[in-house]
């Protein structure tokens, strides 16, 4: 009975939209803290490459992190 | 006449379950937010109530009618979505009372599909429907905002293990300001479509407005007010619950918590599977929680917590047949209804009069581990 009342398509599409998404988002926006943090510490010690290095992941995490939010924003309007 | 007073009489009984719901699901949103001390208690209500009255507006979809696929449509009166809002409302003040995050929206299928039970008998209920769309979800949503959450924590501290816990914290916490923000709007958007869906129903039912039509904007407007009036009301003692005696969180726990949340809620509304929005945070808040320790859960709490699930659709579903029970006791008419209301509200008042005018003060912020 399960078997024919459940929508496993639909199912499967929320497990993996859900785990990349979420698992996703955390991911980057703790690779933007540690690019965040480690730039200040590079700077500081007056290691310019490895400063701007840092400030490049930490723009790239931010950056996904922002785009998630406002494509969950997105997804909200277009229901 | 007596339809316009029980079309009236069920109008506010939706704005009173929408309140409720408010009130109740206030912690889903602003708990981890406020136990990791990234946001003051009364700026996170009140950002919280601002967020889902935004929200109601942002979409007016009306597909998720009442108990919609669960109970035969064509059986349902205002009497029994009035017996069933009762059911829900009663279901939502006993768990307030006792602290645990349970779903409003399995509150009010129980409380309909009780009052269908008990009108129209077991015709009225569709079994495939509340296994397919209530019961395997309410499976899913917490396990799948566990792991989630936990995957996400995990990976989180091996990226910032070795960092200053200060600057991860106040990062953190900013990010959390974020997160929680798309949580509330989240919120917004499906759960005052519930209350702009039954009082719609009731309005066609009655012949006030043509089948098929979009809510009316005074609808819209008194269902999106009432939802963030019940949200800036706070229900600190669920707050407390999912935001310290599960477990105690730092804000890295709490940013994974909402994200994984928000993540799932809008993945699930997306793709048309819907799930319970306190299920996926508890099982989020729990399962950031286990995976940084599994005796960092307190499993004790979590136990009552699903306890308190397990049991909402029946105790609702009960409430909600004693309601319709009582309420043809007096006919098929509104007299009905107005007593049971008078009743309803008689206890409400000595209940939780005294209780509400000593005003609660918001819980203080809980001292908080670094990660």
């Known amino acids: 009975m399960i078997a024919t009342v459940v929508d496993w398509a639909a199912l499967r599409d929320v497990v993996v939209a859900s785990l990349a998404a979420g698992v996703g988002v955390t991911v980057a926006f703790s690779l933007a803290i540690l690019g965040l943090t480690r730039f200040a510490d590079m700077r500081r010690d007056g290691k310019a490459v490895e400063a701007w290095a840092y400030a490049g992941l930490a723009i790239v995490g931010l950056a996904v992190s922002a785009t998630a939010v406002v494509y969950g924003i997105v997804l909200m309007t277009s229901k | ?371």
């Not at chain 2, 029980?6 to 408010?22: P, Q, R, Y």
């Not at chain 2, 994984?260 to 993945?267: K, S």
């Not at chain 2, 007593?339 to 008689?346: D, E």
């Open chain 2, 1 to 371: 006449m007596d339809s316009d007073l029980v079309l009236v009489i069920v109008v506010v009984t939706a704005l009173a379950f929408d309140f409720t719901n408010g009130f109740h699901d206030t912690a889903n949103v602003v708990a981890t937010g406020i136990s990791t001390r990234a946001i003051p208690p009364r700026t996170a209500v009140a950002g919280a109530a601002i967020l889902n009255f935004v929200g109601a507006f942002i979409s007016l979809e009306v597909a998720a009618t009442v108990a919609s696929g669960i109970v035969e449509a064509d059986l349902v009166t205002p009497t029994i979505v009035f017996a069933g809002l009762i059911g829900a409302i009663a279901w939502n003040l006993i768990t307030w009372w006792y602290g645990l995050p349970s779903s409003s929206s399995h509150a009010l299928i129980g409380g309909v599909v009780g009052a269908a039970f008990a009108a129209e008998g077991a015709a009225a209920v569709i079994g495939e429907g509340l296994v397919g769309d209530v019961f395997i979800p309410a499976l899913i949503a917490p396990l799948l905002a566990f792991s989630v959450a936990g995957l996400g924590i995990l990976l989180a501290y091996r990226i910032i293990g070795r960092l200053r816990p200060g600057s991860v914290n106040r990062g953190f916490r900013h990010g959390q300001l974020v997160s929680g923000s798309l949580l509330a709007l989240s919120h917004g958007t499906n759960d005052a479509q519930k209350t702009m869906g039954i009082i719609t129903l009731a309005l066609i039912a009655n012949g006030s407005l043509a089948n098929g039509s979009d809510p009316p904007l005074w609808v819209v407007v008194s269902a999106a007010t009432a939802i963030a009036l019940g949200t800036y009301a706070g229900g600190w003692r669920i707050i407390r619950t999912l935001g310290t005696r599960i477990i105690k969180m730092d804000p890295a726990q709490g940013f994974a918590a909402q994200g994984a949340g928000a993540t799932v809620i809008l993945a699930s509304s997306h793709f048309g599977y819907p799930l319970s929005t306190t299920h996926t945070i508890s099982g989020a808040v729990m399962g950031a929680g286990a995976a940084k320790r599994l005796s960092a859960v307190r499993w004790g709490v979590a136990g009552n917590i699903v306890t308190a699930w397990i049991f909402t659709i029946p105790a609702a579903g009960a409430i909600g047949a004693l309601v319709y029970g009582v309420t043809r006791v007096f006919g098929t008419g509104a007299l009905g209804p107005v007593v049971v209301s008078i009743l309803v509200l008689g206890l409400l008042g000595a209940i939780f009069g005294r209780r509400f005018r000593e005003v609660p003060a918001p819980p203080p912020p809980v001292p908080v581990g670094e990660p």
